[in-house]
């Protein structure tokens, strides 16, 4: 067979197939780096970037069945082409040759469209709801499993050393991976961890929420590869996984922030300006304009440029992406942090379009403001307002703040203590699904809630006993459970190391070795507690009744056809009497109940001492 000599020249680049595909030098690189054959978002805009200023004057051109390119669009730099592109229903999975011609010459790379994953909302993106008991974790301080990976060479961030608590200890994914069986007996459903994303910064990478490379797992943390296989030992035990989206900022490296696709890829001001961190002008009919784009468009810290979503193409590109992360690694929900500083509109897209794909994902957002009104603006509402949220639920600070730390640490006033939480559950009228909020009683920004608490146990378990019962979706922060403690001014000092993450730790929550008997007691309590929540009707789907506190006595209920829960919490100086009488419309039938702690079993009247929270249930 007579070959012709070859004149044009070709190069053909071979995408390898992960999510760190892009740290490998090629001659372009596309975002997203692969999509889906059958998804409902079929209509996608590739973000291309090139090394030269002149990427841009190159045709693009795609041969493949079933893929059709409907618009290249101009961007002010040109190392970037923007193209869209259609995946027809019938197209078939495989890898699309995208080429690069100018002149005589043709680059090729090569991008995959892969089969979808089976089990949309069955074995991923399933959602969490009441059911579920969340545990927030900071990969890098819950368990360090693969030592191999605690330094990556090329990243800015060299440090390791867990005496400092700013810099890395080297907790991953392994290391959860190796400690799910704890996570289960102790009750848990569900993972949410910091986030996940590449954070390739000079320093300050332990907590993950500057982001330099959207589509780059974090090696450090064991990259794409353990981070498909933590999302798959979840599913097989029936857990679930929550993604921490971060869409208001990235980082200082962050790629884009290096070479932006355009000029307003980013908010600018003459000067820096940050955020004023206040949200009433967004919804303050009296607000200035420029106050609330101070509120929106100012910088969340020095070292975290604040994302442009009005412009389009960043829109899609986080739209994208996070359609790529539920499809890539299974996640089943997200939440979404510093959620009032994002452009709402575009969050009420954002979460739109993931639901159209993942009907039964779900979506709560950092929501750090003060007031239920406040909060609720934020939320799917009933309020008759200009701006209607989408955002299905929020992280509930309202219930803490207002709620059940002024119910441990106040006096019995009508406008104080217990009378707060009671208050504050009575503004559930404001959300369209209170039961969509998650509370909590601490996270990686507050202060732990046993240091909250004085370090007093009776009022810890009092809050997780509160935590555990309460309307809602629980979640409880990594070891809270063992007396864990901190005090958030600096923030390092509560996200310390879990003990017996680490080789060589002399406690280990994981065997019980060096645990104090009060943090076994502690872990024991928490663990009977969500495992009955597990399996309780009554708390997990049914209603909830409150009756008006009485000298710090307060008194709640949750019930269902098939169970009812009486909850008593004594914040009161001494013992209160319990008379069923009083309770008449939930109590009648029963005349005995059993606490579920310690199995002790009491008649229809009986006496709670000051400072507990008796979970009981009712029996006839």
Not at 100 to 115: A, D, M, P, R, T
Not at 119 to 124: H, I, K, L, V, W
Not at 259 to 274: A, E, I, N, S
Request: proline residues 4%.
């Amino acid at each position: 067979m007579k070959f012709n000599k070859v004149i044009v020249p070709i190069v053909c680049l071979l995408f390898l197939f992960d999510a760190n595909s892009n740290v490998f030098a090629q001659y372009a690189t596309v975002y997203p780096t692969n999509w889906w054959i059958g998804m409902k978002h079929n209509k996608i805009q590739l973000l291309i970037k090139g090394n030269d200023d002149q990427f841009n004057k190159e045709k693009i051109s795609i041969r493949y069945p079933g893929i059709t390119i409907t618009k290249i669009n101009q961007l002010d730099n040109g190392k970037y082409i923007s193209a869209d592109i259609t995946i027809a229903a019938n197209a078939k999975s495989g890898i699309v040759p995208i080429s690069f011609s100018k002149g005589k010459s043709v680059h090729i790379v090569q991008w995959e469209l892969k089969k979808r994953r089976s089990g949309n909302g069955s074995s991923f993106a399933q959602g969490v709801n009441s059911s579920d008991l969340v545990y927030l974790i900071m990969p890098d301080r819950f368990s360090n499993g693969d030592t191999t990976n605690d330094r990556i060479k090329g990243m800015r961030d060299q440090s390791l050393n867990r005496n400092e608590i700013y810099d890395r200890h080297g907790g991953d994914f392994q290391g959860i991976i190796n400690h799910l069986d704890y996570l289960q007996n102790l009750g848990v459903t569900t993972v949410w961890m910091t986030p996940v994303l590449e954070n390739d910064e000079p320093n300050r990478t332990e907590h993950g929420y500057s982001f330099t490379n959207h589509y780059v797992i974090d090696p450090r943390l064991g990259g794409a590869k353990l981070y498909k296989a933590l999302s798959d030992a979840l599913h097989k035990r029936g857990m679930k996984l929550i993604q921490d989206a971060v869409y208001n900022h990235v980082g200082s490296k962050n790629i884009f922030v290096q070479d932006p696709p355009c000029k307003d890829w980013f908010h600018q001001w003459p000067k820096y300006t940050g955020t004023s961190y206040k949200d009433q002008p967004l919804y303050d009919p009296y607000a200035s304009a420029i106050d609330k784009k101070i509120v929106s468009d100012g910088w969340f810290t020095q070292k975290m440029p604040d994302v442009n979503q009005s412009n389009p193409y960043f829109a899609n590109y986080l739209i994208q992406h996070a359609i790529w992360c539920v499809e890539e690694f299974g996640v089943d929900g997200w939440r979404i942090d510093t959620y009032i500083y994002n452009d709402l509109p575009f969050m009420n897209r954002c979460n739109a379009e993931l639901v159209k794909e993942y009907p039964h994902i779900t979506m709560f957002g950092e929501t750090w403001v003060h007031g239920t009104a406040s909060q609720a603006y934020f939320t799917s509402n009933h309020l008759d307002i200009p701006f209607k949220s989408n955002l299905q639920g929020a992280t509930d600070f309202q219930t803490l703040f207002d709620g059940i730390i002024p119910s441990l640490t106040q006096g019995f006033g009508w406008t104080e203590g217990v009378n707060k939480l009671y208050t504050t559950l009575s503004n559930d009228f404001l959300y369209k699904d209170a039961n969509r909020n998650v509370i909590f009683l601490d996270n990686h920004d507050l202060t732990r809630f046993y240091s909250e608490m004085k370090e007093d146990v009776n009022k810890l378990k009092m809050g997780i006993a509160w935590l555990l019962t309460c309307r809602g979706i629980p979640q409880l922060y990594y070891g809270t459970e063992v007396l864990m403690k901190g005090v958030k001014d600096p923030d390092g000092w509560v996200r310390l190391d879990f003990p017996g993450g680490w080789s060589g730790d002399k406690k280990s929550a994981f065997t019980g070795q060096g645990l104090s008997d009060t943090a076994k007691d502690m872990l024991q309590y928490t663990s009977k507690l969500a495992n009955f929540r597990k399996h309780s009707s009554a708390i997990t789907s049914g209603k909830l009744m409150q009756y008006v506190p009485d000298d710090g006595l307060y008194v709640y209920f949750r019930y269902d056809n098939d169970q009812t829960i009486m909850c008593v919490m004594n914040t009161s100086n001494s013992e209160k009497k319990i008379d069923f009488n009083k309770y008449i419309e939930r109590t009648n039938h029963f005349s005995k109940a059993t606490e579920i702690i310690t199995g002790q079993e009491y008649g229809n009247s009986f006496t709670i001492p000051s400072m507990k929270l008796w979970v009981l249930e009712l029996k006839k």
